[in-house]
Structure formats: C-alpha cells, structure tokens
C-alpha cells in the first residue's frame, strides 16, 4: 500500500481541505451525502471559504455524491460532523451513518480512520461493530481502524492541514505505521504516534475541553472584574506580564467544537463512574455568558428600550460560520429586554442566517439609527473601524459596547458612552 487509494466522507470545513491536501499525493475521492455541496464544489466554490477556488479547480479530487465512487479505496477518512443533542448529549448519528455507507463498500485490508471528535472508545466500540454490522467483515483481522484527530481552526491560514503535528492512532503497530505513512506524507509538522487509538480520542477531547475551561475562568474574573467596577482587560494586561501567565480572552464561546466537544469528555466521564465538574462548570459559565453580556449592556443602556445595532452574528471572527454562533444568546436576550435589535454580519451569508436562526441581516451600515453599537465579533471590517465611523453609526450621546475589546485603543469622541468587559 505505498500509495494507496484514499476516500474522504463528509466535505465540510475538516474534510474538503484535507481531501485536497491529499489529493496532492494519492489519488483521493471525497465523498459528501449532499449532492448540493457536491454540486458547488465541482462548479469551483467552497462556501466555507477555506480551499481557494484556483486550488479546488486545479486539485485531482474526484468528487461524488454516490457512495459505490469509493468501492477498492485503502483507506477511508471519516470526517463527519459529531454534534450534541438538544440536552448535550453526544448525537453519533451521522457517524453511523456513515459507517453504514462505509461499511457497504468496504474491502477486504481496508483501513478507515475516522477524524470526527468523538469520546474514547467510538472509534472500537461503536464504530467498528457499526462498520462489521453492514461490510460482514470482522476489524482486527479483515479490515483495520484508526484514529487520526483533527486539530485546524476555520479560518485559521498558520494551522493547516499541511503545518499541523498529526496524531495518528491505529489498531495494531502496522496500521500506525501505514498511517503514519499516508499523514506524514501530506503534512510538514511531523506525525505523533499514539499509544492507542483511545489515547488518540481522549487527547483530542482534552484539547478542546481544556480551551473551554480556560476561557470559562476569564469569563469569571470578568463578571467579578463588573462587580469591582475595573475592565478584565486591563487586569488580564498586568497579569499577562507575568511569564507563566496564560493568554486567554474573556468572550462567547460557540462553534462546532469548543462549545460541544467538553460535553462527549462529559459523557464518557459518566461512563466510567465520574461526575465531570470542572468540565461541566466551564461549559455552564461559558453557555451563560450571551445573557451576562445582555444583561450587562441593558444596564449601561439604563434600561430604556433601544435601537441596537450588532456587528458580527458568526461563532468567530473572520468566517462565515454560523453553528452554534452565541450571539444569538445576546440578541435574543436584549430583544426579550424590550430593545430593537438589528444584526449585520461582513462574513455570513444572509440566507444561512435567516435559515438557522429566522434572523434577517442588516444589509448596510447607516449612520446615525442606532442608541446602541455592539461589537460583537471581530471581523477585520470591523475592528478596523475607525473612532469616527463608530461615532457616526450611533446616535448623539451613543453607547459603543465592544465586546471583543476589539476597539480599545481608539479614543472617541467627546458624548459617546462607552462598554466593554
Ligand atoms: N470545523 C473545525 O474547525 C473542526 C476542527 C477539528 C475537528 N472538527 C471535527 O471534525 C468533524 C467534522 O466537522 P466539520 O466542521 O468539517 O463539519 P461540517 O458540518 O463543516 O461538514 C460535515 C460534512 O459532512 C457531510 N455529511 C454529513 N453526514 C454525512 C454522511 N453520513 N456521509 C457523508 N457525508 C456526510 C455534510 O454534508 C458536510 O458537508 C466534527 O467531528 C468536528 O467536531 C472540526
């Protein structure tokens, strides 16, 4: 297998830039159950903005809709999503899913790797049977699984595919070493082989838990900063000249994995007879930062209903992604306060906007509508922003509420309220 057929499923953030990365070296097929993504990614778009229209165009992906197009692949890269149920619970609905459409065209020595966060033990207890169920093949012996963690960031250009350290995990030493081979090949930042596949599973939930924790502490101090009457920010600038302090930011959590990933450690936790509680209490402080913000900006706005105008609806700066964005917490709570809410978002895309949420975005920025400016994300188009745009886009008197600290170096003009953390 020195170079093996690969086949991707689920072309979304995670498996459309690996699937092209890959495609650079082995002859890859990326299969997605959307034949509308399917569709757009052929005529050369990529809504997610993470592969550029020239390296989709010129890449040697094949891509497909249909399920036999990956019949006598080698190896299988499952990347689809994992979501959490309506009370977080760990939804692996798509992941069977995809095994069973795996499972149909599986071949004998066949390796599937699955990249999805999952909480260890997915991949052999759950997965594995789920891909014996419908290949009547037995794992171990007729084919082989692996597991290999996805670490890139949307938007984030430094932390690609192609830079990042890979864990690569599989079920016996030779399955490593074959995907250690095929990883190490796409990627320039070195190849970590894990001890087991459920190392592999617990580090990557560790990850991500570990940011969520992080940033639940800052958004603490921050409500105890409120209280105090001082800005986090200032006290996170003394404290970070300390050498061991760490530099994270007080703020919303939402997205696909920060947000969500805590609650599969969670779950596995209570498998094995543990209540989580530093997990669970980040997760509760971070869900409840939407209404601490609203609340805080309802004060600063003495209550009066308002015209407010928020800048960013999408879970970070700088993408279109909209899932599980927490700024929808804060628009909901103020509106329910009695104010008139108005979003803009320089990133999403309206329709997607208004399909997952019933929120229609403000197409342009008009002077002088608004009582209230929140800086909620912070988008380039925002946070360049100079004092006197910010000055014009509210009324006389105004409050500039910036959430993201994104305007803290700009002095504004004189009867301009200002917010922040
Ligand atoms: N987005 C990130 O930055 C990121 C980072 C690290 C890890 N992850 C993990 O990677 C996984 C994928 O996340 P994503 O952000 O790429 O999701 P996504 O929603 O962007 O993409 C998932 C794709 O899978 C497709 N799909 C769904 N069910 C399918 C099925 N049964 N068969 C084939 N295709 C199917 C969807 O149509 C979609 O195109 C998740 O487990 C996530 O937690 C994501």
Not at 3 to 18: K, M
Not at 169 to 182: E, K, M, S, W, Y
Not at 358 to 386: F, I, K, Q
Request: proline fraction near 6%; include cysteine.
């Amino acid at each position: 297998m020195s170079h093996p057929r690969i086949a991707v499923i689920g072309l979304g953030y995670v498996g459309l830039p690996l699937a092209v990365a890959v495609a650079r070296y082995f002859p890859t097929v990326g299969f997605d159950i959307d034949p509308g993504r399917i569709a757009e990614l052929r005529r050369g778009e990529d809504r997610t903005g993470e592969v550029p229209a020239a390296d989709l165009r010129q890449s040697a992906l094949e891509l497909s809709a249909e399920a036999e197009a990956m019949r006598g692949a080698e190896v299988f890269i499952v990347t689809v999503p994992t979501p959490v149920t309506a009370d977080n619970q760990p939804d692996l609905g798509p992941l069977m899913a995809a095994c069973r459409t795996v499972g149909a065209v599986l071949g004998k020595g066949a390796v599937v790797v699955f990249e999805s966060t999952v909480y260890p033990g997915v991949t052999e207890d759950i997965c594995g049977p789920a891909l014996e169920q419908v290949s009547s093949l037995t794992a171990g012996r007729d084919f082989f699984l692996g597991y290999s963690p996805e670490r890139i960031n949307p938007g984030d250009r430094e932390h690609g595919v192609e830079h990042i350290v890979k864990v690569v995990a599989g079920q016996t030493p030779a399955v490593t070493d074959r995907l250690a081979q095929v990883y190490g090949t796409v990627t320039r930042g070195g190849v970590h082989r894990a001890a087991s596949i459920r190392v592999a599973e617990a580090a990557k939930a560790i990850e991500n838990a570990q940011r969520d924790i992080n940033i639940a502490f800052i958004n603490e101090v921050s409500m105890i900063c409120r209280g105090l009457g001082i800005s986090v920010h200032d006290v996170l600038d003394t404290a970070g000249t300390k050498w061991n302090f760490l530099p994270f930011k007080p703020g919303l959590v939402g997205g696909h994995c920060i947000g969500v990933d805590p609650f599969y450690l969670a779950e596995c936790a209570r498998a094995v007879g543990h209540h989580p509680e530093i997990i669970l209490a980040g997760r509760r402080i971070n869900d409840g930062m939407g209404q601490f913000v609203a609340d805080a900006i309802h004060q600063a706005l003495d209550g009066r209903p308002s015209d407010i105008l928020v800048l960013g609806l999408t879970f970070k700066e700088n993408v279109p992604d909209l899932r599980n964005t927490k700024v929808v917490d804060v628009v909901a709570r103020l509106s329910g306060l009695g104010h008139r809410v108005s979003v803009h978002d320089a990133c999403a895309d309206p329709a997607a906007a208004l399909a997952a949420y019933g929120l229609a975005l403000t197409p342009d920025l008009v002077d002088g509508r608004a009582d209230c400016l929140l800086g909620a994300v912070a988008h380039r188009a925002y946070a360049d922003l100079p004092a006197d745009r910010l000055a014009a886009l509210v009324r006389p008197g105004g409050l500039i509420a910036d959430l993201k600290g994104m305007w803290r170096g700009l002095v504004l003009p004189d009867g301009l309220r200002r917010w922040q953390l």
